[in-house]
């Protein structure tokens, strides 16, 4: 069964970083692209950054200079590295790779 996992959210101060994991298990290919997006509570979801073939980034504009989206060293995994986050970043935060569901998230939250 095809499962992805995204892992590493929490509760920082404003300022703080944190690095988002997503790792895909189950998949035999490798995939080459991958969405990160997140949803703020009460609100839709919306697509924060992406990469495509390990290289390609896109960044909403929100986030540019501010998160990095990469690819891990094993096979089908990624990460979302966040600095200098803000209040408006809290939401939950969904890796989506191309031909997978949709994962559970991983919460966010940046306190004041």
């Known amino acids: 069964q095809v499962r992805v996992l995204e892992s590493g959210g929490g509760l920082v101060q404003a300022g703080a970083s944190l690095r988002l994991s997503c790792a895909v298990s189950?998949?035999?290919?490798?995939?080459?692209?991958v969405d990160w997006y997140r949803q703020p509570p009460g609100k839709e979801r919306e697509l924060v950054a992406s990469?495509?073939?390990?290289?390609?980034?896109h960044y909403e504009d929100s986030v540019k200079d501010r998160f990095t989206i990469s690819t891990g060293s094993a096979k089908n995994t990624w990460y979302l590295q966040m600095n200098s986050l803000k209040p408006e970043d809290t939401a939950i935060y969904y890796c989506?790779?191309?031909?997978?569901?949709w994962g559970q998230g991983t919460q966010v939250t940046v306190a004041s």
């Open positions: 189950g998949f035999s290919s490798r995939i080459y692209y």
């Open positions: 990469i495509i073939n390990g290289d390609r980034t």
């Open positions: 989506k790779p191309t031909r997978v569901n």
